[in-house]
């Protein structure tokens, strides 16, 4: 079995200050690991993915994510948030016999204040 | 980059009636849907897998004789709630995977049954 956990319900950081989720994971083999956000009645929007490579992944609107295998996370960073990144993100997780079934995290609002 | 809509964004209907929900992808084929289920300010949770040309694989715990699913043809996947109730009140989002293993999310359908 799968499992995502996000140990923040919410993450305050003022605008310019670096932003982090964090994010474990547990699954058997190797994971497929990703990162969304969602805005308010809206559907999800893909920000990066961790498949094979190098640990340190770069993603869409300046986030990236650090894949550490030892201590099974996935946590999101962004080193200067905006206002606009207030959202709902989620960290999910697939495992390689289930290309697609993602289980997802509980999910993490981030609120930033000007 | 590819597109995924639902239809409708969003519907009321009776406790007893049935509600057909669609999910294209509109620039490209998918052999493979999912649907998820999202509570307010909670996670989503995968409901099931819709395969082109076969039947659909349900997760536990998830009726399918009340979630009907049909993935009729490459672009299409419907979910029917049959004989909603107000508990099945929630917003309910698609996924749809192209040739090259990408997942893309459609935008949601809210359901409200009263």
């Known amino acids: 079995a799968q499992s995502v956990a996000q140990p923040e319900d919410q993450v305050n950081v003022a605008e310019g200050n670096p932003l982090t989720v964090k994010c474990t994971y547990s699954?058997?083999?190797?994971?497929?690991l990703f990162w969304y956000v969602q805005y308010p009645n809206r559907g999800l929007q893909f920000l990066l993915k961790y498949i094979t490579g190098d640990n340190l992944v770069k993603g869409s609107y300046g986030f990236e994510a650090e894949f550490n295998k030892s201590q099974t996370s996935f946590h999101l960073k962004k080193p200067s948030a905006l206002v606009s990144d207030s959202a709902l993100y989620f960290c999910?997780?697939?495992?390689?016999?289930?290309?697609?079934?993602?289980?997802f995290g509980a999910g993490t609002q981030v609120v930033v204040t000007p | 980059g590819a597109v995924v809509s639902q239809h409708p964004s969003w519907v009321i209907c009776k406790s007893g009636t049935s509600v057909k929900i669609e999910c294209r992808s509109l620039d490209f084929q998918a052999t493979t849907m999912f649907w998820y289920r999202q509570f307010p300010k909670q996670s989503l949770m995968l409901m099931a897998t819709s395969n082109e040309g076969s039947k659909a694989t349900y997760e536990q715990g998830v009726e399918k004789d009340k979630f009907l699913i049909n993935h009729a043809s490459l672009t299409l996947s419907t979910l029917t709630v049959t004989s909603a109730h107000p508990e099945d009140s929630s917003f309910y989002i698609c996924?749809?995977?192209?040739?090259?293993?990408?997942?893309?999310f459609g935008p949601g359908t809210r359901l409200t049954v009263t």
């Open positions: 699954v058997s083999g190797n994971p497929y």
């Open positions: 999910a997780v697939s495992a390689t016999d289930s290309w697609g079934k993602l289980q």
């Open positions: 996924s749809a995977i192209d040739s090259s293993y990408e997942q893309y």
